[in-house]
Nanobody, 121 residues
Framework: QVQLVESGGGSVQAGGSLRLSCVAS????????MGWYRQAPGKQRELVAS???????NYADSVKGRFTISRDNAKSTLYLRMDSLKAEDTAVYYC???????????????WGQGTQVTVSS
């Protein structure tokens, strides 16, 4: 019914930049809050940044000043601009969205399949 598809991951040297994208497709009526999470090997999944439908943002302390989350509501697309990358940013990054499926009256949370980001020092 609904898919979240991430793209933009890859390998980069420390100090470099990447931009992740996530597109919500399928029977999407409305997308509410969206966010990026990451999970490094042996660690729990953690919130990186989130953004409401109105554009209010929230960041993990570890990425403040380096990462920028944004969205294009018309395209149901979420972005994460990552600058000044560090080795500790290496993880699988997941897109998350609270959205309402067309034809239903309630919201639910959906996840993308994840995209690998590897930062070498």
């Amino acid at each position: 019914q609904v898919q979240l598809v991430e793209s933009g991951g890859g390998s980069v040297q420390a100090g470099g930049s990447l931009r992740l994208s996530c597109v919500a497709s399928g029977r999407v009526f409305r997308v509410n809050a969206m966010g990026w999470y990451r999970q490094a090997p042996g660690k729990q999944r953690e919130l990186v940044a989130s953004i409401t439908s109105g554009g209010s943002t929230n960041y993990a302390d570890s990425v403040k000043g380096r990462f920028t989350i944004s969205r294009d509501n018309a395209k149901s697309t979420l972005y994460l601009r990552m600058d000044s990358l560090k080795a500790e940013d290496t993880a699988v990054y997941y897109c998350n969205a609270d959205l309402i499926v067309t034809g239903t009256a309630w919201g639910d949370t959906y996840w993308g399949q994840g995209t690998q980001v590897t930062v070498s020092s």
